[in-house]
C-alpha cells in the first residue's frame, strides 16, 4: 500500500515523497534484470503466491538503444523491449525513467528498497513551476457500478526536464477527495502517452 511521508534528501530539502513498496523490485531493464523480473513472477505462479514485483529502468522505455561507442550489435533493443511485453504479461510492473538512486537498508544494514531519482523539482529543490500546463479528471463511468476513469494530463511543452508526470499524478491520487475515492479500489487498466 502506498504511503506518504517527509524525508530529507541528501539535498536537505524537505520534501514529500511518494512511497511503495513491492514483494520484489529489479533494478535495471536491461535483457538481465527483465529476464529475472519474469522467472520471478513465474517462480510465484508456480508456487501459487502473490508477489507484486517492480522493475526500476532509468531509460524513458524499454529497450531505449544507448550510446554504444561505434561497435556494432544485434538490436538487443528490439530484444529488450519485447521481453518488457512478456514481463507485463507476467504481471511485472514496469516503470521506465526511472534510475535507482540509492540503496536504503534498515538499522541491521539489510536492504529495505530503494530510492528512485528525484523528478519534479528544480537543482535548488523547488517543486514543479506555476507555469506548467495541465489538468486532472475523474469521471464515473457508470451509475449502477463503482467504475470510474481517472487522469492526469501534463502539456508537452513543461520546461523543467526533471518533471514526471507519472509522479505528478501519484500526487494528485493522493488528494483527500481523489483518495477517498480510489481507496479499496483495483485498476482494470492503465495507459500513458
Known amino acids: 500500500m502506498a504511503t506518504r511521508r517527509i524525508v530529507t534528501p541528501l539535498i536537505h530539502v524537505n520534501m514529500e515523497r511518494f512511497v511503495d ?12 534484470g527483465t529476464a529475472a523480473a519474469i522467472k ?10 502473490e508477489l507484486r514485483v517492480c522493475l526500476v529502468e532509468k531509460s524513458a522505455q524499454m529497450g531505449m538503444p544507448m550510446d554504444n561507442h561505434g561497435n556494432y550489435v544485434v538490436r538487443l533493443g528490439h530484444v529488450v523491449n519485447w521481453l518488457g511485453e512478456q514481463a507485463e504479461a ?17 538499522e541491521d544494514g539489510s536492504v529495505k528498497g530503494i530510492a528512485t531519482n528525484d523528478v519534479g523539482i528544480a537543482k535548488d529543490g523547488s517543486p514543479k513551476d506555476k507555469s506548467t500546463y495541465g489538468g486532472s479528471f475523474l469521471y464515473h463511468l457508470n451509475e449502477s457500478s463503482p467504475i470510474i476513469a481517472i487522469g492526469f494530463v501534463v502539456g508537452l511543452d513543461f520546461t523543467n526536464p526533471y518533471l514526471s508526470p507519472f509522479r505528478e499524478f501519484q500526487k494528485f491520487k493522493l488528494h483527500p477527495s481523489i483518495r477517498s475515492t480510489l481507496e479499496g ?9
Open 185 to 193: 479500489g483495483k485498476s482494470c487498466s492503465s495507459s500513458s502517452t
Open 90 to 106: 507476467a504481471g511485472v510492473e514496469l516503470y521506465p525513467g526511472y534510475a535507482a538512486a540509492e540503496v536504503l537498508y534498515h
Open 21 to 32: 513498496e513491492a514483494d520484489v523490485v529489479v533494478v535495471g531493464g536491461g535483457p538481465a
Open 40 to 49: 520471478i513472477k513465474q517462480l510465484a505462479e508456480a508456487a501459487g503466491k
